[in-house]
């Protein structure tokens, strides 16, 4: 999958197109043709370059039997996490049977994405990330204190966890993504010691699993601490939040992993105006200029109820900004 030189735009789309089926998240998440119905909405609309489903961090966790509230319009959470010592992660590796039905809906997603979208769209998955993953079957906190104090028994978490999320990855590549979007989140509070081991590493290792090596990382938050090692992982891409300053990391990123976000969106996407947006965009635009390795993107994916005026002012943005290079060859 080649994204170098061709100024591609990949808003991270998503639950905004409930608004287009007059639907609630939850029938989306929870419904591959609802779901899909509000993509192609979402697609027909605004015509972006790279189409994803919309962004679920629950999907892995449920599988393996943590406690998940999904609420009508907001987005799903662990409620319960339910390994606090090796005999109960015995128990969830003992009890985990595979590809699950809420892993079938978003295979099912890809699946109608690669076959009914244009030839032309880039599709991308979402996978949780192994670090996140452990922090869901433990807790936050206790992921971060274990990551410290019980390194072993870290490492065999991250180990089954990378299982899991492979034999998912494999299957929504086998359903026609194009590539993986890896979310790590958790990962931001890691120092950039602890990100090689408990991040970096198992990154390399599920790489080694999935069958198709087209993986992105997205780290939220401030990730400049940790972007030398990102760099490391093997990873196409990165995606990276708003916190995140592109004008100062452009030359510590090589060219040939891309480059992608980061209009604010909550900020700018969901409270900002049409204007707000046009401009954020176009100073991103500006201030990677002179690479070739940039995707126009937001920092995360975009809220429920951001305004399609924006979501449009985005696209013109991205639109011109393609059309100048196309005018130049």
Known sequence: MQFIGKRLNA?????????????????????ADQQFESLQRLYEKFQPDIMLPMMELTVEADTLGMGVRIPENDNPAVVEHKVSGLSDFEGV????????????????VMSKMSSKLPASVVNLAYVIGPFTLVGELMGVENVCISSIMEPDFMKRQLEFCNQVIGDYANELFNAGADGIVVLEPTAMLLSPEGYVANSLEP????????TNKNLILHICGNTM?????????????????TAVDF??????????????GNVDPVNIMLQGTPENVEAAAQKLINDMSDTDNYILSTGCDLPLDTPMENIE????????WKKDVQSLT
Do not use: W
């Not at 789309?13 to 609630?24: E, Q, S, V, Y």
């Not at 090692?229 to 196409?236: A, D, E, F, R």
């Open 247 to 260: 004008s100062k990391l452009k030359d510590k990123v090589p060219k040939n992993i891309a480059l992608i």
């Open 313 to 320: 002012a985005f696209m013109r943005v991205a639109r011109k």
């Open 225 to 241: 601490h940790l972007v030398e090692g990102m760099c490391k992982t093997g990873t196409i891409g990165l995606s990276l939040d």
């Open 11 to 31: 808003p991270l789309l998503g639950a905004p197109g409930c608004k287009l089926t007059n639907t609630t998240l939850k029938e989306n998440l929870l419904n």
């Open 93 to 108: 590796v003992r009890n985990y049977k595979g590809i699950s039905d809420r892993m079938k809906v978003f295979i099912d």
């Open 203 to 210: 990154f390399k290792d599920l790489l080694e699993i999935v």
